[in-house]
C-alpha cells in the first residue's frame, strides 16, 4: 500500500502523467495488488457526499457560464426590489454552491450594480448607504443560503462524511436532503467532540 501511496504520491507531484489519470490509479492499483477490493475503492470514488458536491461545482459552471445571477437582479429602478432580488439569488445559490464559489460569483454583479451608479464624490448620503447595503446584501445572504443545505457550507459536508467514515454511521443526511428529514445543528457537532 506504501508503495502505491508513493507511486501516486510522485506522479501527482511531479505532473509525469495528467492530474485526472493519477488521480484514478487507485482505483485500479489498489484492486489489482490486492491491497483492498475493485467495490470498497470504486465507492470511496463516489460516495454521496461527494457526489452532492461534484454536482455543486457542476451547477457552479453552468451558472457561471449562462450568467444566470444577471437576470435575477431585478428592477435597477426600485432599489428595494434590486436588494430583494440580489438577496434572494445569493441566497438561492449559496444553499446548493460553496459559500465562498457564491461569493466570488455574485461580488462582481454587485460592484456591477454598484458601477451603473454615479461616482462616489457626486452621491449622497442615502446613495453610500445604498451601496454598503448592496456589498452587505450579498455578504449576509451568502452565509444564510449556505447554511440552509449540505453543500452550502463546506464544514458541514465534512461533518457527514466524517460521520459515515468515522463513526461508521450513515444519518441519512443525503438522503433527507431532498424530504426534508435531516436536521443538522452546531450543538450536534460540539457535542459529539466531547
Request: with cysteine.
Amino acid at each position: 500500500m506504501v508503495g502505491v501511496i508513493a507511486w501516486v504520491f510522485t506522479w501527482w507531484i511531479t505532473e509525469a502523467v495528467p492530474l485526472p489519470v493519477t488521480s484514478m490509479c487507485p482505483l485500479f492499483l489498489f484492486p489489482m495488488f490486492g491491497i483492498s477490493s475493485a467495490d470498497t475503492v470504486a465507492h470511496s470514488y463516489m460516495d454521496d457526499v461527494i457526489a452532492l458536491v461534484l454536482g455543486s461545482f457542476i451547477l457552479a459552471l453552468a451558472v457561471e457560464r449562462y450568467n444566470v445571477t444577471l437576470v435575477f437582479c431585478g428592477d435597477p429602478l426600485n432599489p428595494a426590489m434590486l436588494l430583494l432580488g440580489l438577496c434572494a439569488t445569493t441566497f438561492f445559490v449559496s444553499m446548493w454552491l460553496q459559500n465562498v464559489i457564491t461569493a466570488v460569483m455574485m461580488m462582481p454583479v454587485a460592484t456591477g450594480i454598484l458601477h451603473q451608479l454615479p461616482p462616489v464624490n457626486e452621491q449622497s448620503e442615502l446613495m453610500n448607504k445604498f451601496n454598503r447595503a448592496v456589498i452587505l446584501t450579498v455578504v449576509y445572504a451568502t452565509q444564510i443560503g449556505g447554511m440552509s443545505t449540505i453543500t452550502g457550507t463546506g464544514i458541514v459536508c465534512l461533518e457527514v462524511l466524517e460521520e459515515k467514515t468515522i463513526y461508521k454511521r450513515d444519518n441519512g443526511a443525503v438522503r433527507a436532503l431532498v424530504g426534508g428529514r435531516y436536521e443538522m445543528s452546531f450543538t450536534n457537532v460540539e457535542s459529539k467532540k466531547k
